[in-house]
């Protein structure tokens, strides 16, 4: 089983935030697969599809996007899942809008989501596409990620967030050497 794992914040005054770009790209991936994320277990909504000979369970943390490790160990545990078949998808302030990087491990980057599923893992090494939302240091980093995209910023990330569908098929089906020699453009 694979796990598929989009970051964001709970509440509709977080959505279309920069800070829940992971949360808009498990939604594009589970509407180009024809289901949705409605189960509710472990603190998390959730939903599992078969493709490719795969199953894979599609998940949203539903606690806010600092405590989603926590959420993410109880599937994990649950559903005895490997590390090297984990996913997350979540933002970047260091890359620009309109970019993203896909990564076999690395450090969190200062990402208190990510800090908080390496807390929990025990571990960096876990499959991840970071998407890139820039910075502004004018403005408090809590507040520059709970912003909303400008127009223009807006159809890049979209641009972005329909091709995500396509990468996870990619991820099912290819090494994930491939999949990052594929899509990690300079």
């Given at each position: ?34 289901v949705t ?102 403005l408090d ?46």
């Amino acid at each position: 089983m694979k796990l598929v794992v989009g970051l964001g914040n709970i509440g509709k005054e977080y959505e279309g935030t920069r800070h829940n770009v992971g949360f808009m790209a498990i939604d594009a991936i589970a509407h180009a697969n024809n289901v949705t994320i409605e189960t509710e277990k472990f603190g998390g909504k959730y939903t599992i599809l078969h493709k490719f000979d795969e199953k894979i369970l599609l998940l949203k943390p539903q606690r806010f996007i600092n405590l989603s490790g926590e959420v993410l160990k109880k599937f994990i545990d649950f559903y005895d899942i490997a590390l090297d078949d984990i996913w997350v998808i979540g933002d970047d302030l260091d890359l620009p809008v309109g970019t993203f990087r896909l990564r076999y491990q690395g450090g969190s980057g200062g990402h208190n989501g990510l800090k908080n599923i390496e807390l929990h893992l025990k571990s960096q090494q876990y499959k991840r596409m970071k998407i890139g939302i820039s910075n502004n240091k004018n403005l408090d980093t809590k507040d520059y990620v709970l912003g909303k995209f400008s127009q223009e910023e807006k159809k890049e990330i979209d641009h972005i967030i329909q091709i995500v569908p396509q990468i996870f098929d990619d991820f099912l089906t290819k090494s994930y050497d491939n999949v990052m020699n594929q899509y990690n453009k300079k």
